[in-house]
């Protein structure tokens, strides 16, 4: 993952001069969704207070001992709790409070994180609640959560929140490139999704990439006016759409290839999800124009209201099929 200190620099920036004016919250809730680094945030924090070679700025040195320990999740004074299986159960909690309740081993500080906050029991909460309220000692925790919502109101009322931002669709394109998703399929699935970890789960679908394939064939016979196109319906999309979510994300895809053909018209390739096909769209904007692009995208968007009120599916693909026919005319 890119460095936190540039996925979240200003927050970095922030919390460093926190650490060093020693004016830090007991309990901090560091909320927002998959990738925007909220465990790498409270790690980076807790080495801020611990390195022993802090630049003037006070950021951690990353490489000395104290540094590696605690990345390492090996630093006596740093506790990080996780679920254990699909929650964070009281005993886990149980063991943190007896850890709150022991002086640090190597200073007079310590440090917990608690990872996806919201999956914690009813009775891990209340007993979390009630150290919360009674807190003992040196003591700083990070409860980290993508779902603040189901975290309980009490607990949230005695902790600062803090919300990281989400990350930009380049951010996210990097960080699939990095985790060996091609240039072109991480284009895509950023502008899809714009979540690492839901992009990250989609490259690995090859049911969906194969979607793609056959959209973009259909879609190029939909051009053509081929009639072709509406046994592409049946045989190479329709097989590939189990349920209204996949449903959904076929139209949400298709408008971003029409998109992309707009975008190619007026010659804003560096925004463009489909990189991967950026000849054959200029080739296609060429020849459509402008004005019939805008037309298939109103179009397309009008499918959604069809969805939304369960007309039969592969219908909708059909006259979306007709309807597109028609509108490029070639």
Known sequence: MEAITQLQANLTQHFAK???????????????????????????????????????????????????????????????????GQSIKVDQIRFLKSEFSKSGLESLRKIFIIEDAEKMTTGAANSLLKFLEEPSGL???????????????????????????ALSTKQIVKELVDAQVTPGKASLLAHL?????????????????KLVENLWEWYNLTLRGDLRAFVDVQVKLMPYLENKAEQERLLQVLVLLI???????????????????????????????????????????????KLAVNVNFQNILEELTLNLSECFGR
Request: hydrophobic share 35%.
């Open 18 to 84: 926190l650490v060093k004016q020693d004016h830090l919250a007991h309990a901090y809730l560091l909320t927002g969704p998959s990738g925007t680094g909220k465990k790498e945030l409270a790690v980076w924090i807790s080495q801020a207070i611990y390195c022993r070679q802090k630049d003037e700025q006070g950021y951690p040195c990353q490489t000395c001992i104290e540094c590696r320990r605690i990345s390492e999740n090996s630093h006596p004074d740093v506790v990080r709790i996780a679920p254990e």
């Open 139 to 165: 003591v700083n925790a990070f409860l980290l959560s993508e779902s603040p919502q189901l975290i309980l109101p009490t607990i949230i009322s005695r902790c600062q929140t803090v919300e990281l931002a």
């Open 193 to 209: 999704c714009g979540d690492y970890e839901q992009a990250l789960a989609l490259s690995q679908d090859q049911k969906f990439e």
């Open 259 to 305: 998109r992309d053909t707009m975008l190619t018209y007026y010659q804003r390739q560096d925004e463009l999800a489909f990189k991967m096909y950026l000849p054959q769209l200029q080739d296609i904007a060429a020849h459509i124009g402008g004005p019939r692009i805008v037309k298939a995208l109103e179009i397309s968007l009008k499918s959604w209201q």
